[in-house]
C-alpha cells in the first residue's frame, strides 16, 4: 500500500505472550501496510520495552516507535530511561516517542519502589529533560538521589513525553506537563471529547500551546472478523482489564456507563480464577470460547459499540471518524494485529479526511 498513515498505530505484541520473536513479523507487516507508529507495551517476563524497541527500530526504517506504555517509572533509575531514549532518538532519526503511565501500586509495593505520585513523574519527566539538554543533574527528592550526573551529550530533538491519562486530575497534569497523552482503551467519542477539553486546559493554564499536544485514544479493534477472533481480540481483552482497581471504575466515569457491570464480571472472573491463575492480569483471563461468551453476555452491546471499533470496514472506518472528530490526533488500534486489519485499511485509505493529517510526522509524540 502506497498511501502511509501516520495518524494510525498500533500494539505490537499485545498481551501477554511467552515468545516475543512474532514481532518482527509485526513490526515487517505494519511497515508494508503504512501505519504511521508501533507501540509496545511492558511486560516484566518476555516483553522488556527497550529490547523490542531496538528490534523494532532495525525492521521498521519509517515507522514511528513508543513505549507505550513504561509503567512503575520507579523501578528504573532515570538515567537508564534517558540513555534508553537518548539512543532510541539516534538510532530512529528521531522516530521515537517515550510514553509512560503511573503503574499499578500493587507491582510498586511488590518490588519495594515508591508508587508514582505526580510530584514524581513531574520530577521525573524534568530530569530527563535536563539530561537530554546536556546539562549535569543534581537532585534530592522522590525521584531518588542524583548527583551530577549526566548523558554527555546534548539531543538537537529530545523524544516526546507521552502520558497514559484516565482520571480528570491526570488529564490536567498531562496537559500541563507532557508533550502528548493517550487514552485508555474502550474511551468512547464523548469520553474522548471531554478528556480533550481538559487536557488542553491545562496546557493553557500552564502557558503551552494546547494545540501542541498530540492526543492518541487506544481502540480496542476487530474488523471483518470471525465470532471466535471478534471473542478472543474484545472480549477478552476487555476482560483483562477486571483485575486492576480503578481501571473500570475510570471508564465508566468517563463514557457514564453504569458500573454495576463490572461487578458482575468481576464476580464472574472470581468464579474462574481456579482455572488460570496469574498476576499481570492478561495470563489470568480465561481462553475459553464459552467463558467468554458468558463475559460477552453481561457487557451492554453500547460497550463493544461505543469503546471499540468493530463490524465491517465501512463501519470500522466510520467509527475511527467519530474519534478524530471528538479531538484525537491518532488512533492506537489494540487486540487485533497488522494482519487482520488489512481489510480495515484499505476501506481507510479510501474514506480518510487526508488534509486532516497532511505533513504529520511518523514520530507520535509530534
Known amino acids: 500500500m502506497e498511501v502511509r498513515f501516520p495518524e494510525l498505530g498500533y500494539y505490537g505484541l499485545p498481551g501477554h505472550v511467552l515468545d516475543p520473536k512474532p514481532l518482527i513479523d509485526e513490526v515487517k507487516l505494519g511497515e508494508k501496510y503504512g501505519f504511521g507508529s508501533i507501540w509496545l ?3 516484566l517476563n518476555t516483553k522488556n520495552v527497550a529490547v523490542l524497541s531496538g528490534l523494532a527500530a532495525a525492521h521498521a526504517p519509517t515507522m514511528g516507535i513508543a513505549s507505550g506504555l513504561i509503567s512503575n517509572l520507579p523501578l528504573r533509575h532515570p538515567l537508564v530511561t534517558a540513555a534508553y531514549g537518548s539512543t532510541m532518538a539516534l538510532l530512529t532519526d528521531n522516530r521515537f516517542a517515550l510514553g509512560m503511565g503511573r503503574g499499578q501500586p500493587p507491582l510498586s509495593k511488590a518490588a519495594g519502589v515508591a508508587p508514582s505520585t505526580f510530584k514524581l513523574l513531574e520530577d521525573y519527566i524534568a530530569i530527563l529533560r535536563a539530561l537530554w539538554r546536556g546539562e549535569s543533574v ?9 548527583n551530577d550526573v ?3 551529550l546534548k ?4 523524544p516526546p513525553v507521552i502520558m497514559a491519562v484516565m482520571g480528570e486530575k491526570t488529564c490536567y497534569w498531562a496537559g500541563q506537563h507532557c508533550d502528548g497523552v493517550v487514552y485508555n482503551s474502550m474511551w468512547s467519542p464523548s469520553a474522548i471529547s471531554r478528556s480533550t477539553e481538559i487536557v488542553r486546559k491545562g496546557a493553557s493554564d500552564a502557558g503551552r500551546d494546547p494545540d501542541r499536544i498530540r492526543v492518541w485514544s487506544v481502540s480496542i479493534t476487530a474488523c471483518d472478523r470471525s465470532e471466535e477472533e471478534m471473542l478472543n481480540f474484545v472480549v477478552r481483552r476487555m476482560n483483562t482489564y477486571l483485575p486492576f482497581k480503578g481501571m473500570y471504575e475510570a471508564i465508566c466515569e468517563a463514557n457514564g456507563w453504569d458500573f454495576t457491570v463490572v461487578e458482575k464480571a468481576r464476580a464472574l472472573k472470581q468464579e474462574m480464577d481456579g482455572r488460570a491463575k496469574g498476576t499481570l492480569g492478561d495470563e489470568s483471563t480465561s481462553r475459553n470460547l464459552d467463558d467468554i461468551r458468558r463475559f460477552l453476555s453481561i457487557y451492554p452491546p453500547n460497550w463493544i459499540n461505543e469503546g471499540c ?14 474519534r478524530f472528530d471528538a479531538g484525537s490526533d491518532g488512533v492506537l488500534l489494540h487486540g487485533s494485529g497488522p494482519g487482520e486489519l488489512t481489510s480495515l485499511l484499505e476501506e481507510w485509505s479510501v474514506r480518510r479526511p487526508a488534509k486532516r493529517f497532511e505533513g504529520r510526522s511518523s514520530n507520535p509524540g509530534l
Open 41 to 43: 507495551s511492558e511486560r
Open 138 to 146: 543534581t537532585y534530592s527528592g522522590p525521584v531518588g538521589e542524583l
Open 150 to 152: 549526566s548523558l554527555s
Open 155 to 158: 539531543l538537537d530533538q529530545p
Open 309 to 322: 471499533i468493530v463490524g465491517s470496514p465501512a463501519v470500522a472506518s466510520s467509527k475511527m471518524i467519530e
